[in-house]
């Protein structure tokens, strides 16, 4: 069984710059969630993603997009980047079916961008 | 305020004895409550997930939710220096495929050999 694997592990990026960061689910998962993770807290919901739609957001701007790819894969873009935008950013995969999650939500290693 | 509360820490206690870690909140629709570990700079890892108010035991760790207090626990009992790490709480209102985690900050814990 393959579990959630992100790239890239790291990254720094510039003011103004713009980001994708790249997740596969694992095996047999058809939901990929986003999370925000500054240093010192916990993870913030960015988005969800299900059958290649957004399916749910948290209180981010629009400059935060994801796309979900037909082999549940999914990715995340973060335009016009600011110095707040530096943290850890963590893809997590579960299974839905008929609605519900089966509620254990698997994370990857994360993403940690530092924006300069 | 804050949906979730935690207690950062830093907590160290030695190897060996039993560990208490908290969580707060304050949403009463919070119905699904989660225990993740997160080694440094690693992903979070699901420890434990239980539904409503009561107990659930897994090996050394010890899940409980009193859900009239909006009180939530984990217990480590003979704790070991490999659970050194930060012990994130997470709840959800409903187990609806959309439901977003809240998470609390997370309380880092250190096992003193």
């Known amino acids: 069984e393959t579990g959630v694997t992100q790239s890239p592990t790291h990254l720094i990026k510039t003011r103004g710059q713009q980001v994708t960061l790249r997740c596969s689910s694992q095996s047999g998962h058809n939901t990929v969630s986003w999370y925000q993770q500054a240093l010192g807290q916990g993870p913030q919901f960015i988005f969800q993603y299900y059958r290649e739609e957004e399916n749910g957001r948290g209180n981010f701007p629009p400059r935060f997009s994801g796309l979900q790819f037909p082999n549940y894969s999914s990715e995340l873009n973060v335009n016009a980047l600011e110095l707040d935008d530096s943290a850890l950013y963590l893809c997590?995969?579960?299974?839905?079916?008929?609605?519900?999650?089966?509620?254990?939500?698997?994370f990857g290693e994360g993403s940690r961008l530092t924006v300069l | 305020q804050k949906e979730v509360e935690q207690d950062p820490g830093p907590l160290s206690v030695p190897e060996g004895a039993i560990v208490s870690l908290n969580c707060t909140y304050s949403?009463?629709?919070?119905?699904?409550f989660m225990w993740y570990r997160q080694y440094s700079r690693k992903g979070p890892e699901l420890l434990m997930y239980?539904?409503?108010?009561g107990n659930k035991e897994d090996g050394r760790f010890t899940a409980q939710v009193d859900k009239s207090s909006k009180y939530i626990s984990l217990f480590i009992r003979d704790s070991q220096p490999s659970d050194s790490a930060t012990y994130l709480c997470?709840?959800?209102?409903?187990?609806?495929?959309?439901?977003?985690?809240?998470f609390g900050t997370g309380t880092r814990l250190t096992i003193i050999p």
């Open positions: 239980t539904y409503s108010s």
């Open positions: 997590a995969s579960s299974l839905v079916s008929s609605g519900r999650s089966t509620g254990e939500l698997f």
């Open positions: 997470a709840m959800t209102r409903s187990n609806f495929g959309n439901e977003k985690l809240t």
């Open positions: 949403n009463s629709a919070f119905q699904y």
